[in-house]
């Protein structure tokens, strides 16, 4: 029989070091980089100051056009007070306009094209770029090439063709004459193509395992994990729309189908050019544009700073 005395000794339980569990563990480094102007405070300024200088540069134009709109036209024309008008501000301009023209009945146009133009070439935009993406179909790679290449045709070019078209058609003086055929838009499809290529293939993959089609992807998958590129797109398309002037002007000669941009001009003088009702009438058309640019301004930076999942 053995004394307690004999047994070995159990060794007493380490403590945890303080100094190890509550010193920071050192992380890898991620591999992102980060924009900066640098430690020195010159090149802070020197930064600052460039894109001070460059936003006076953009500014300048659009506040002397909005200066010049509210003006009289005596003053819009004097070279000695061209900074701050000699008879104050006011809004004959804008009175002249609205009187000698039917602007509500134009923005109405307007805002009708350029939102069925959106619509339409967004959605067939976004279904070519799907299809040069995910598919695989014969002459599928002739057709994209002929797509990019079209991006190089001036729609100048096709003012004639789509005149004859739609004069075929009989669809002369319509709302479908003016949409039509600028829904036409290679650089969108390009665009949209390159986006969906970015967009990784493990998730149609695990759409397919569970049954999905092409058309349940594209609506269920992609689609929404290309908000921010498609709001970005139709902005552009939006705007496009709203500013052409050429082929509403060419395919159509009511004026009850007239746009912003060709009814305006219609509003003319006999006393030559009058300044301060062209600046007006500018901002008269400008305005929307500048609205939905507000509302929307982020959807074009979140499409330009991420490719729509989670910031990757």
Known sequence: MTSTTDLPARPAPARPRIRELSAPRHRPPTGRTHLSLGESRLARVLALGVLGVLAVVWLLPMSWALLTAFKSEQDASDPVHWLWPRHGLTLDGFRTVWERGDLPLW?????????????????????????????????????????VAAVLVPPQMLIVPWFRQMLSLGLLDTYAAVILPQTVA????????????????????????????????????LLPLSRPMLAAVAIFVFIGAWNNFLWPFVSTSDPALMTLPVGITSVKDAYGIQYAQSMASAVLAALPLVVVFLFFQRHIVKSVATTGLGGQ
């Open 107 to 147: 923005m109405f146009n307007s805002l009708l094209v350029s939102a069925a133009v959106t619509v339409i070439t967004v959605l067939v935009s976004a279904m070519a770029g799907y299809a040069f993406s995910r598919t695989r179909f014969p002459g599928g790679r002739w057709l994209f090439t002929l797509t």
């Open 186 to 221: 290679p650089v969108m499809v390009f665009i949209l193509k390159k986006h969906f290529d970015s967009l990784p293939r493990e998730l149609e993959e695990a759409a397919r395992i569970d049954g999905a089609g092409h058309a349940r992807i594209f609506w269920s998958v």
